[in-house]
């Protein structure tokens, strides 16, 4: 109950957004955007720690059975990556072969004036997610590994006890993270949403690529639901409750455009969807910047129709496979910001596919239209593999 009454509060703030967006005066939308950018910064800028804090004390808790844990994970990460990538090339093919999509038009300026915000406050960026994300797996490993051996019996006094105060440190701070940051998702996604209404991106993806959004709602949207489904063994109750607790995360990415802003909603959704908590723990700051299924659904589909729309022919499937081996490989350097996804795909899109600069601007512009969208889909996809790493991990005990 608790977790529909969040998804509830959170989309009638997006919707409240979208309706008044081009009501509220410049300086009323300004400000709402200018907390929005604050919470933003405030949330990136503490996300290390919380990736660092939730990896750090799981695999503490776990053992060196984290190791097992780490080599399932990656994989499975890497294969649903390289799985939806190959959906994506016979989705595009169809689709074009099919007639339903024959070409693409250039983007048209924004619609509506934008605002700027009233003011910008910047944190410094200490360290990176990804530098977190490895250091707290290699400092819980060395730990379990020193503990596993009965080396800990023999470990100084002191050192246990530091270690102690450390890991309850990690833990309250995670817990008070969490707390603060609930009542402050709907004043952040309000002024997000503010923001992209003003701007004119919303209703320009709805009046000027309806058949793109309508075939990748239906493929991808479609495809992440229908592995909740097949995760829920079949149960629309089970089904249910995991796309209710997932949904608040959903919105927020939504919003945000972030799949890192969404991280500790989907952290959450995920210690309720599993058996376990520490399972949760570990695969949802893992996937999160390198398991994007919008991203490899819209990219590459995208991709397809571009190469018709500018004369080209179709890849064939052995090089669309080179191509895929390698857009899977550059998932690993995203950052799980606005337009991140699309960036480190530029370089890969004009060696194997042979895209032009009028190309990759093209596609660019497309992929920030989407965005929202794109984020959203990819933090269900993430949703869902917590679900089938808990599962596995279940099963492999």
């Known amino acids: 109950?608790?977790?529909?009454?969040?998804?509830?509060?959170?989309?009638?703030?997006?919707?409240?957004?979208?309706?008044?967006?081009?009501?509220?005066?410049?300086?009323?939308?300004?400000?709402?955007?200018?907390?929005?950018?604050?919470?933003?910064?405030?949330?990136?800028?503490?996300?290390?720690?919380?990736?660092?804090?939730?990896?750090?004390?799981s695999i503490c808790r776990i053992g060196v059975g984290s190791v097992k844990s780490l080599a399932i994970a990656i994989p499975l990460i890497v294969g649903s990556n390289f799985a939806n990538t190959l959906i994506a090339y016979f989705l595009g093919a169809s689709c074009i072969n099919a007639g339903l999509i024959s070409s693409i038009d250039t983007i048209s300026a924004s619609g509506a004036a934008s605002f700027a915000p009233l003011f910008c406050f910047l944190l410094p960026k200490i360290i990176s997610n990804d530098f977190a994300l490895v250091s707290a797996v290699i400092c819980?490993?060395?730990?379990?590994?020193?503990?596993?051996?009965?080396?800990?019996?023999?470990?100084?006094?002191?050192?246990?006890k530091a270690h102690e105060h450390f890991s309850r440190f990690l833990e309250t701070f995670i817990r008070g993270f969490f707390k603060v940051l609930a009542p402050?998702?709907?004043?952040?996604?309000?002024?997000?949403?503010?923001?992209?209404?003003?701007?004119?991106?919303?209703?320009?993806?709805?009046?000027?690529?309806?058949?793109?959004?309508?075939i990748f709602f239906i493929s991808a949207y479609g495809y992440v639901l229908a592995q909740l489904f097949i995760l829920s063994t079949g149960s629309l109750k089970r089904c249910g409750n995991y796309l209710k607790n997932i949904l608040p995360a959903v919105i927020t990415g939504f919003g945000a455009m972030s799949s890192a802003a969404a991280l500790p909603l989907s952290i959450k959704a995920a210690e309720e969807n599993s058996t376990n908590r520490d399972n949760a723990r570990i695969i949802a700051p893992c996937s999160v910047n390198i398991h994007l299924v919008g991203d490899c659904f819209f990219?590459?589909?995208?991709?397809?129709?571009?190469?018709?729309?500018?004369?080209?022919?179709?890849?064939?499937?052995?090089?669309?496979?080179?191509?895929?081996?390698?857009?899977?490989?550059?998932?690993?350097?995203?950052?799980?910001?606005?337009?991140?996804?699309?960036?480190?795909?530029?370089?890969?899109l004009q060696k194997?596919?042979?895209f032009n600069a009028d190309m990759l601007g093209l596609l660019t512009g497309l992929y920030v239209l989407f965005d929202p969208f794109i984020t959203g889909c990819n933090v269900i996809g993430n949703g869902s593999l917590a679900i089938a790493f808990d599962k596995l991990m279940k099963l492999k005990k």
């Open 1 to 57: 109950m608790k977790g529909f009454i969040t998804s509830a509060v959170f989309l009638v703030a997006a919707l409240l957004a979208f309706l008044l967006g081009g009501l509220l005066p410049d300086y009323v939308s300004a400000f709402f955007y200018s907390i929005s950018l604050l919470i933003k910064e405030c949330m990136i800028f503490a996300l290390p720690l919380v990736i660092f804090s939730l990896i750090f004390t």
């Open 352 to 354: 194997y596919l042979g």
């Open 184 to 214: 402050l998702m709907p004043l952040f996604i309000f002024g997000t949403i503010v923001k992209l209404s003003r701007d004119g991106i919303i209703s320009q993806i709805l009046s000027e690529y309806l058949m793109i959004m309508a």
């Open 140 to 160: 819980g490993v060395v730990y379990a590994a020193i503990a596993r051996r009965d080396l800990g019996a023999r470990l100084d006094v002191n050192i246990r």
């Open 299 to 348: 990219i590459p589909f995208i991709a397809l129709v571009m190469l018709i729309s500018f004369g080209k022919d179709l890849p064939s499937f052995t090089t669309y496979l080179i191509f895929a081996a390698h857009f899977v490989a550059a998932k690993f350097a995203v950052a799980a910001v606005p337009g991140g996804g699309i960036l480190v795909m530029l370089p890969v």
